[in-house]
């Protein structure tokens, strides 16, 4: 846990590897001391098709999948970890947004074959 899914807009692919989001995603997690190496999972997803606004920004919005439990201070330093990653990338008008979202314990099911 958790599971980090990097969805973001295809013209940034001229300008910005893929590995380049899931690496600051990764260190992002990683610095929150909530995870392990291990249990960070990433995935990331290129839109061909969006809007934001009247216009087509660039964009990279992440969402964090977490475990239940968390404190809002843990989920906010989390979200703030991932952000400053992002940033640190130094994109150029693009909009960047984290957010994270509790899975509850009690229905959450995994198996690993």
Not at 31 to 39: C, G, I, N, P, Y
């Amino acid at each position: 846990m958790p599971h980090c899914i990097i969805e973001y807009s295809e013209g940034l692919e001229a300008s910005t590897a893929p590995a380049d989001l899931i690496n600051a995603v990764f260190q992002g997690a990683l610095s929150s001391r909530l995870f392990t190496e291990a249990d960070i999972k990433i995935r990331a997803l290129c839109y061909k098709h969006y809007q934001t606004g009247s216009k087509q920004q660039e964009f990279v919005h992440v969402t964090l999948k977490i475990l239940s439990g968390r404190t809002i201070e843990q989920r906010c330093n989390l979200s703030e970890a991932i952000l400053k990653e992002l940033q640190a990338i130094e994109l150029s008008e693009v909009s960047l947004t984290v957010e994270v979202c509790n899975m509850e314990k009690s229905s959450y099911a995994k198996a690993v074959l």
